[in-house]
């Protein structure tokens, strides 16, 4: 190691996080390899190291013999400053090498929070931030994950985006980028052309030119070539069975937030929530069969020697093969004292046969997602959840000597009424009340209900995209509402920060005219916006203002249902008429049955996808 | 695409090994140097869990309510200093060689972190007394002068410095918790060069970084340029009271 890197990592906060040397972190030879990738998780290293998808996707790139991909994390605030006085860029984990000298630069965009940390890692490389700048001797900078599906308010910023699955895209990529260079035809132009034209699920942003109405809103996305997709249509993996599984991991000394076997059981979610975005985007459903999971479970074990398993996916009481899954992995889980974990259950499937088999049970708390406080609303966002299936299933916890349940809310959904948010305190009683009415509960112990109330964001692809997003008056109204509702002290309440989920709405709906704004954000030091101790709400009004922006046009302005969206120009596989006849049904106060009890045409069963759950998914 | 689990069937046939009357302790000796002397003793005990789990040993389990491998360290080391004389014990409950041992943890470890080696331990943790170092200081200023200077200023008592314990600060004279030191001026690599013997004992220990702050209060070392300037820190070795091996 660099004898200076060395001394800085001396004085700077767990400076584990920087010094590298990790188990199963792959090195290549420089000289033999042809494209160096920088995969760039912009958040801290704890939260990175624990994404699932950087661990697939650096395993799928190194599988390239001559693409070295690299782990690439944003440095906390402490070490930015050391970096910065000693004049060191932003450098790869692996290497140590500046990621400026790279082929490409990947970053994956988790949250949109998370931009100005983008911006932060370009500007520590030593990188122009817009595309326009960068000219072909510098790294082709590329974008996916969630946000990419609208990632306009970040477009100038990026070379091109991968919109959906990344698996084959970005080898795809690299093997393009390796075969332009060796036939000597590599400009960074000629590149993205090529790539846009031949590659599906690429969007370069620089090929649409935007109008605008008078109004402010979008009047059109126009090609600048004939031969690039007039909407870019999203990728996915059709077998997951078949999917690269990544059987090595590279393993952290450091403590990380998720420091654990990740099992990924299926993607894509049956359920439908009119809020939320993953369960639209990653949709048709994929399952992959319990014997791979298995076999996959098995391997991941040894290769790590963690101690628990937790299986993911956005619901996982809703894997048809739980059951055989479960029975599989206990099989051997407990004879090497590993125990399993499986967030995101429903209250609808929460049982004691299930509970008995996990660890969560061993953990004093369990927590549920209502959502909502009433029936009315609950059926709005399309919950599908009774209180009687949260009320049995906390008795199910209550039963087994559980005294703590945690329940999370939202607050400011479309329609929402202050009725319906005394439903979210008259739940949180009733909860209280199965307690002392459950004779086998622990008697010594006192119940303890925490509701955690989180603001509603307009995400794009949701039958809420159009909504408004309460102001920040109405907020807060609600919350302190709320709050006077709650007279019980065995009822914790808990909210989400209003100013955050402002900003984050106006990110989430932005568009390309949001860039100088996130430009000006970098340049004054923004870093860090999902943590708390770094947000600045004021600082980020007195950015938009300066730019000229008005946040109320994206966060609580309804959009027109006839009016040209941000991401209008990608293909999530859901059609738009599918999210307009949600809405209508939200309104109508309708619900609409999981996939599983019958097709609602949302449009995705084109992708095609083996074991999924559509009637006629095209193979 | 898929790997067969082989380390599972292998684990299986660690049932077959013959089983031990009583759990037998074994000695590890490792070095944590490089990117590693950043890694915290927490994060090494962490680490380590997991590495004897990979490597598929015999190792014995607790047997309470939360089931674990029993893991004992010698004298933690701080952060950013480096060692090749780390230890830890573990404690198997069915035969295996040392040898083997060894190596089956080398294969799940770096070249960072890695088992020298492998034995039926003879003396106690709580023997260790003393723990030698090497240091080596690129600082402006660097010259036979400044050497001659230093080793004056570790060896005359009394060498006030601020130490941190569990009950707060006070200063304390850490010239009785060094039993030698020398400070040699490195012409060609243009460093200071410290070797140094200070107490290690579980109820007396120095940490070495303590010399580091002592030059730099007293003869301004490591004041220059923050971008130039650096030090090292090796552990070179563990002796018990009498300055006798540690085995």
Redesign the interface.
Known sequence: ?N??I??I??SVSK??R??????GQIIKDKSKVKARFAFCFPDTYEIGMSNLGVRILYGVLNKEEDVWCERVYDPWIDMQEKMR???LPLCACESGDPISEFDMIGFTLQYEMSYTNVLNMLELAGLPLYAKDRDDSMPIIIGGGPCAYNAEPVADFFDLFNIGEGEEMLPELCRLYIKMKDEGRYTKQAYLHEAARTIEGIYVPSFYDVTYNDDGTINAYTPIYDDIPKQVKKRIMTDMD?A??P?KVV?P???TVH?RVMLEVYRGCIRGCRFCQAGMIYRPVREKTPE?LN??A??L???????EISLTSLSISDYTQLEELTDMLLE?TND??VSLSLPSLRVDSFTKELMDKIATVRSSSLTFAPEAGTQRLRDVINKNVKEDDLLRAVNVAFEAGKNTVKLYFMSGLPTETYEDLKGIADLASHVIDAYYQCPTRNKGKKPQVTISVSCFIPKPFTPFQWEAQDTMEMLAEKQEYLGSQITDRKIRYTHHDARVSRIEAVLARGDRRLAPALALACKEGFAFDAWDECFDYDKWLSVLERCGIDPAFYANRAFGLDEVLPWDIIDCGVSKEFFLRERAKAYGERTTPNCREQCSGCGANKMGGERTCCPKAKN | ???E????IE?KRLKSLPELERPLTVRLKFRKI???????HL??Q??F??????ACLPVW?TKGFN??AKLVFSTPLS??AQSVCEYLDIRIDREMSCEEIKERLNG???N??FITDAYIPKNDFSEIAWASYDMEI?TDGADDEMAKNAQALLTSSPLMLVKRTKSGEKEVDIIPMISSVSVSFDDERQTLKIKCVLSASSTEYLNPEMLITALKQNLGVMSGD???????IMRTDLMKKDMSEFK
Not at chain 1, 18 to 23: L, N, P, T
Not at chain 1, 301 to 307: K, N
Not at chain 2, 226 to 232: D, K, N, Q, V
């Open positions: 190691m004898k200076q060395s001394t990592l001396k400076p584990g920087y010094s590298g040397g990790e188990y006085e000693h004049g078949k690269y599984f059987d393993m000394y450091i403590e420091d791979v076999e996959q098995k391997c074990y040894q290769a790590t020697g963690y101690d051997w090497n004292m | 695409m898929l790997p689990s082989q380390k599972l684990k490089g990117s590693l002397q950043y890694i915290s994060d090494l962490r680490t869990n997991r590495v004897i789990v990979r389990y089931p674990h952060v950013g799940e470890l770096t960072e972190l690129y923050p971008a130039l300037e650096w030090y090292t």
